[in-house]
């Protein structure tokens, strides 16, 4: 089963922006679609943004659009996540996966904490 590495958390303030990574430990067929989610402190894990993995098609939670963007590197088998105007709410573990529409396939990474002062 592929590994997921995600790396690039951080403190920020807030209106500020980070770029997170997810390194898969091989190469995944063009046709997986991949993406992000987030846990923040007392609540369930959702889903933030995703990614076809081949292809240009993406999507996003309601509460990130028009301030993340989501984009791959097949070359490097790596999922980005650029935060841009990031709020005090945007604070949580970032994680990615594999995905069947927002729904999570593979098991879940250590995951990268974002931290937004305001």
């Known amino acids: 089963q592929v590994q997921l590495v995600e790396s690039g958390g951080g403190l920020v303030q807030a209106g500020g922006s980070l770029r997170l990574s997810c390194a898969a430990s091989?190469?995944?067929?063009?046709?997986?679609?991949m993406g992000w989610f987030r846990q923040a402190p007392g609540k369930e894990r959702e889903f933030v943004a995703a990614?076809?993995?081949?292809?240009?098609?993406?999507s996003y939670a309601d509460s990130v659009k028009g301030r993340f963007t989501i984009s791959r590197d097949n070359a490097k088998n790596t999922v980005y996540l650029q935060m841009n105007s990031l709020k005090p709410e945007d604070t949580a573990v970032y994680y990615c996966?594999?995905?069947?529409?927002?729904?999570?396939?593979?098991?879940w990474g250590q995951g990268t904490q974002v931290t937004v002062s305001s």
């Open positions: 996966n594999r995905v069947t529409g927002t729904t999570p396939i593979l098991g």
């Open positions: 091989e190469r995944t067929p063009s046709s997986y679609t």
């Open positions: 990614i076809r993995w081949g292809g240009v098609s993406t």
